[in-house]
């Protein structure tokens, strides 16, 4: 299981992923600025973690034949064609001597089929689900984004979840995870939202009482 954590989680119109951003090989930290989260198209995104190197070619070689089908065909692939897409290449790959080490959360909207989050694993399957993670982090957030998550999400009371996820993995995981990215993409297309860090958690987050939605 890599050391680096991923979370998504999906409204009825739209879809939010959050990714620490260190970087470390082993025991050694190298740096804190390192986003795990890449564009696909103006509408798909997706965070990956594993082994450095795997990350970076992989998602760059389906970023570059998604970009490919656009040029080709007029149109970007929905998230679900794209997730099927990855999955396909993480699976074949599995028979080859280049055997990629990486996990993805692939998140997407599209006018027809509306708000879409894939789960793939390291050996190419892939679900479709309404909340999920990889990495150490995610074994502490099952159970929040279980609780909280409902049909209605909105995307405020999303990030106050991940708020929720993130304050655990800082609280009870022993690798320093103190800045996560997010990331939301809907109607509008994909774009950058607050980070959660220590700055930027209120009092309040230290709580896990904390309410983020009214059911």
């Known amino acids: 299981m890599a050391m680096e954590t991923i979370l998504g989680i ?7 992923l959050a990714s620490d951003t ?33 990350t970076l070619q992989f998602t760059d070689y389906i970023s570059k034949n998604l970009h490919l089908y656009k040029i080709a065909n007029g149109y970007h692939l929905s ?7 990855t999955r396909r290449h993480l699976a074949d790959y599995i028979r080859t001597n280049t ?38 982090g995610s074994m502490f957030c099952g159970s929040i984004l279980q609780r ?3 049909a209605n999400l909105t995307q405020p009371e999303a990030f106050c ?7 655990e993995i800082q609280k009870r995981l022993i690798i320093n995870q103190r800045n996560f990215e997010v990331f939301v993409v809907d109607s509008k297309g994909m774009r950058k939202m607050e980070a959660i ?3 930027s958690l209120s009092n309040e987050a230290l709580n896990l009482s904390w309410e ?4």
């Open 10 to 16: 999906k409204g009825p119109d739209f879809v939010m």
């Open 99 to 136: 055997r990629y080490q990486v996990a993805m959360l692939l998140a997407g909207f599209d006018a027809i089929e509306g708000p879409d989050l894939h789960y793939i694993d390291s050996f190419g399957a892939a679900q479709s689900i309404n909340h999920a993670g990889h990495g150490w």
């Open 79 to 85: 998230a679900r064609a794209a997730a099927h897409f």
């Open 161 to 167: 979840i991940l708020k929720k996820c993130v304050v």
């Open 197 to 199: 860090n220590p700055g």
């Open 212 to 215: 983020c939605t009214k059911n």
């Open 148 to 150: 909280f998550w409902h």
């Open 22 to 54: 260190m970087q470390a090989k082993s025991l050694i930290f190298m740096k804190d600025d390192q986003s795990k989260v890449h564009r696909l198209s103006d509408f798909n995104m997706m965070a990956a973690v594993g082994d450095g190197g795997d």
